[in-house]
């Protein structure tokens, strides 16, 4: 650990990358992400062996990323909202392919070319997988300047650990806003796990190959479950959600990223005033932290969803729920950023609604 | 305890570097921080602020629609902000190019003329740390010699000439108030 510096949320990611040993770095510019694509730029320089490629396009920027991974290096990507879709073909190649990889999604205002402002339009594209086939990608949701560098440390070591591609799912306001960060300690490649899948020339071992056509449907098929048993594994391992106030609580927000700073925020107002709020913070949007749901709705009935989209979460929340309480929805799509005010004024109205003051 | 500042004006004023060497200096003092500039498809001239928090306890929402202080450098960021700030606030004007009263009476307002001040010491440049000694001095937030650590820490390596004059700034801002000048 380190003193505490004051950086930008974009900043941090990249130099914890650098940290975690990302040794290459393929980006195309787009706000409000830009910041990362420049600190990379630098943050690869500095090292003696670090690679940086502005690529002429998205898409050759991830499969820059894949031939990197493919070779041995730990290897990222990013870009915001318009510029994770044209990316969708690779990452779904990545999948197959079992690579790892982290791509970072500074998520806009959208559909189309939307706006710059920050969003969470892409939850159903990052925690579905994204691109086509029967796939899925771990997605990490960070709610601080601390937490962005410990989850691109965690994005690394996932992807590592489970041959798969990660996405760090942030918006514009994480990117930019400024904390307190204490980055970790800079991690040593030679104390790496052996990576014997990757293509590094055949000196010495028979020659192997890495593929994602599997004409046979058999082997495909096998291939399919094989990647399933991978997601059941990861579901099983690695969920998690930060509760907050939830003790007491005869009502939760469930929220993520940005959202939850703005939730915390309304949750502290309207303690003050004598509700019972708290709220779940899901850290992984995928896998789904279902069991945490499960387990405060055996002492509470009304969960309030809120996003800042038109309602995508809310669908997990009732798969994981199933039946168990009342799913109330709050979202304000297209780039707004809600008050903790405004959201205390709903919070305030649903408590009344549902009769929670009784008792 | 809990303060939410806005820092409001035109890009080129150094209103970005306002808000975060006073972030930093805050950090540096141990307090908790959050920095969130305005951004987007902003051009010279075009509009700038920032809102910290700064905080004895964990910074829930970096987000606030009602500030307790705001320094306001123009009159467009005035129009935008009065109606925000919380009662009882403070708010700092740049008087060179607010000429114009508040409409609020629940508010305590100190005038300071940021640009003439920095005319007379010779560099325009030095607006914005004329402002946040101003600020630092009536709010008690937090103290020169903090604000000036966090401005050596951000600006490293700058001439001593160029420190000097934005110390001078700090000091002739903070001495507005001191004198109880309107």
Redesign the interface.
Known sequence: MTE?L?MRGSHVIGETAALSGCRFYAGYPI??QNELTEYMAGAMDKLDNGTFIQAESEIAAINMVIGASMAGARAMTSSSSPGISLKQEGISYLAAFELPAVIINTMRGGPGLGN??PAQGDYFQATRGGGHGDYRTIVLAPASGQELAGLTRAAFDYADKYRIPVMLLGD??MG?????VELPDPLDLDTLPPRPWKLDGAKGRPSQFIRSLFLDTTVEEDHNWKLNRKHQNITRDISKAELFETKDAKMVIIAYGTAA??A?????KVREMGLKVGLIRPITLWPFPSQELIEISRHLRDFLVFEMSTGQMVEDVRLALEGRGNIHFYGRPGGI??????ISKVIISLYHRQHLEED | MTKKTVFAGFGGQGVLMMG?VY??AA?RDGK??????S???EVRGGTANCTVVVSDEEI???????PDYAIIMNKPSLARYEGMIKKGGIIILNSSLIKTDLIRKDLEVVKVPANDIAKELGSDRTINMIMLGAFVSKTKISTLDSIMNGLTEIVKGKKESVMKLNRKGLDIGAGYVIKGAK
Do not use: C, H, N
Request: aromatic share 8%; charged share 15%.
């Open positions: 505490k004051l706000t409000p710059i402002a514009g306001m930019q806003m400024m904390e307190p700073r703005i915390k925020g309304a949750i502290k950023i809600s008050t903790p005010d405004e | 975060y972030a930093v950090m908790e921080v959050t920095f969130l500039p951004y987007g498809a829930f929402s970096p987000v606030t629609s009602s």
